[in-house]
């Protein structure tokens, strides 16, 4: 079947370090990768994606890879700030008229001041 | 009003009661979703709507009962829940339709969080 995998552990960081967040997959590779970020209580907000014959995408200080060798995106926040953080969820979206949006459990970032 | 909006953000309900979910887009798409977002698990997709035609029903237990009468507006009508149904309930809209190109990127609606007594 197919799956997302995100590091369940909550990950802490100082303030202007780089957070990198890893979310893996099972099964064929997807047409796209999506990253969410999501504050308690909200709904989550749509940040970047990457297509599966991108190996990587910028925005700002966020930065996506796309592997599909190792199966696997790293989503990188440069330079953070106490207000990144949040929940950041990683979505696989598949090819086709199924392209349902597959969703990981979401891994929780803390920048420490 | 931009984005997508729903109401009310917080409920509270017993398990005789009878309430509806209300959403709302602005953005001018024609896909609409309802997700469930319970603790330690990831977003469950519970119903798809497009151009206000339910196009997916993911075996959802019919006290739960949607509704789409146009495709800015999106209902759930909820009855004789369980506590178990206890989790936020969130709206989203997307512009390319399932089945169509792009990458459905979604948009979502604030959530509304609600408790079965």
């Known amino acids: 079947s197919q799956k997302i995998e995100q590091n369940s552990e909550a990950l802490n960081i100082q303030e202007g370090k780089t957070a990198t967040l890893t979310c893996n997959y099972t099964?064929?590779?997807?047409?796209?990768l999506q990253w969410y970020r999501q504050d308690p209580g909200r709904g989550p907000v749509f940040l970047l994606l990457?297509?599966?014959n991108e190996k990587e995408k910028r925005k700002e200080r966020l930065k996506v890879t796309f592997d599909t060798t190792l199966k696997q995106s790293l989503f990188h926040i440069t330079a953070s700030q106490p207000a990144d953080s949040a929940t950041y969820l990683c979505?696989?979206?598949?090819?086709?008229?199924?392209?349902?949006?597959?969703w990981g459990l979401g891994t929780s970032l803390a920048v420490n001041p | 009003e931009t984005g997508v909006t729903q109401t009310p953000r917080h409920l509270v309900m017993g398990m005789t009661n009878k309430k509806s979910l209300k959403c709302e887009q602005h953005?001018?798409?024609?896909?609409m979703y309802w997700y469930k977002q319970s603790a330690k698990k990831p977003l469950e997709l519970m119903f798809v709507?497009?151009?206000?035609?339910?196009?997916e029903n993911n075996s959802v237990p019919s006290r739960f009962s949607p509704e789409c009468p146009n495709s800015s507006h999106l209902f759930l009508h909820l009855h004789t829940l369980q506590p178990e149904d206890s989790a936020l309930y969130l709206c989203?809209?997307?512009?390319?339709?399932?089945?169509?190109?792009?990458?459905?990127?979604?948009?979502f609606g604030a959530g509304s969080r609600l408790t079965v007594l």
């Open positions: 989203a809209s997307s512009q390319d339709p399932p089945g169509g190109h792009g990458a459905n990127v979604l948009t």
């Open positions: 953005l001018g798409h024609n896909a």
């Open positions: 990457i297509r599966e």
């Open positions: 979505v696989r979206v598949n090819a086709g008229n199924n392209r349902k949006l597959i």
């Open positions: 099964n064929y590779s997807p047409a796209y």
């Open positions: 709507y497009n151009f206000k035609e339910q196009t």
